[in-house]
């Protein structure tokens, strides 16, 4: 049986609160594309970054093999965060991507931010709680990075209910082993197909200090124990924020 094609699509947070931590970002993210490339399985790989000001499509469903790296003057932190927009406009475009293709790749979408839910104008929690529900029953993944907060939490309160296994928390200063972690376990999910293998497991959290998945998992993650979902409080709206884009190659 030919194996799937691994579509991976990864939204990173570039408003002024990155500043702090840019190089290590910067340095995160190549780490993470480094062991991607080291798969011998097929990832097409998409990065978009945003903040209340932009949007700017990194890398368009190119293979990860051509991916590459930042520099400092790729990525520039500013504004604020309208998580709830981004995460809705990276999503609608990687399905039109995947419908594009044709070939029913296996779907990941990482959303990383360090940042709460504050400016978003176009689309509400309520939105994207429908729209990711709708793409999570067809099989897609999702994986959300939080760093220096609760990020179940964040994602909640946007409106983004995620296995709380597939969202990790981490300290500001484990920036590049949380890339680097997550990588890991994208390539193992391209090689076999499992979802469980894009789970943090406690190791991985106490290598990042996660200090907040015992809320959420329970004291000992390995039980399994899901927290129950909550929805997110409606988003205020705010100022204006991106366009729509393409994850399509002209």
Known sequence: MTKKTTFVSFLLDETGSMQNIKDDTIGGFNSYVEVLQKSDDDIVFSLVSFNSGRTRRRYVAESIRDIVPLTENDYVPDM??????????????????????????????????????????????????????EKAASGWQFVFLGAGLDAFHAARQAGIDFDPDKVVSYSRARSHKVFELTARNITKFAQYGDAQLLDYSPEQREKVDDKHTWKYLGEDAKSGRKASSQSGRKSRRAASTSEDYKLTRS
Do not use: F, H
Request: overall charge negative.
């Open 80 to 133: 604020m965060t309208p998580l709830i927009d981004a995460a809705v406009k990276i999503i609608r475009a990687t399905d039109e991507a995947v419908r594009d293709r044709g070939d029913d790749p296996n779907v990941v979408v990482v959303m990383q931010t360090d940042g709460r839910e504050n400016v978003s104008v176009e689309y509400t929690n309520i939105d994207l709680a429908a729209l990711i529900k």
